[in-house]
């Protein structure tokens, strides 16, 4: 059985998520996450770094940054933005968006503190 306050912590962190993107899939988690650890990569690097299919993660990446597929109409707020590649026009690159920034700095606050982890008094 996981240590108790890593189960609690992964609770809070679904639990943010839930509330503030509710349709967000474990994928998609995953490309927001390697997007914000090193942002103005490529779709094929995030791929690549996720072990996702280029195509699954180049549609997750247009999700995350609120772009309509063809035929819907995004509602959500963009986690992600698209830029021009610098070197390669044909190509577009990511980073965090105001709302995705929000986002994890809601699911780190979810996270327990040192002093909770070792059974200390808060408050």
């Known amino acids: 059985m996981p ?4 189960v609690v912590a992964l609770r809070r962190i679904a ?6 993107s509710p349709d967000m899939t474990m994928r998609a988690f995953v490309l927001l996450c390697l997007v914000a ?3 103005g990569q490529t779709v094929s690097a995030y791929a690549q770094a996720a072990g996702f299919p280029l195509q699954t993660a180049s549609r997750i990446l247009q999700d995350l940054s ?5 035929g819907q109409v995004s509602e959500r707020p963009a986690l ?5 590649n610098p070197i390669n026009l044909r190509e577009v690159n990511y980073r965090l ?3 995705g920034k929000h986002l994890l700095l809601r ?3 979810a996270l327990p503190s040192e002093r909770e982890i070792r ?3 808060v408050g």
């Open 66 to 70: 609120g772009r309509a597929r063809p």
């Open 119 to 121: 059974g200390e008094a």
């Open 3 to 6: 240590d108790r306050h890593i």
């Open 80 to 84: 992600l933005e698209r830029f021009p």
């Open 37 to 39: 650890e090193d942002e």
């Open 97 to 99: 968006a105001p709302a």
């Open 107 to 109: 699911m780190s606050q």
């Open 15 to 20: 639990t943010v998520t839930q509330d503030l």
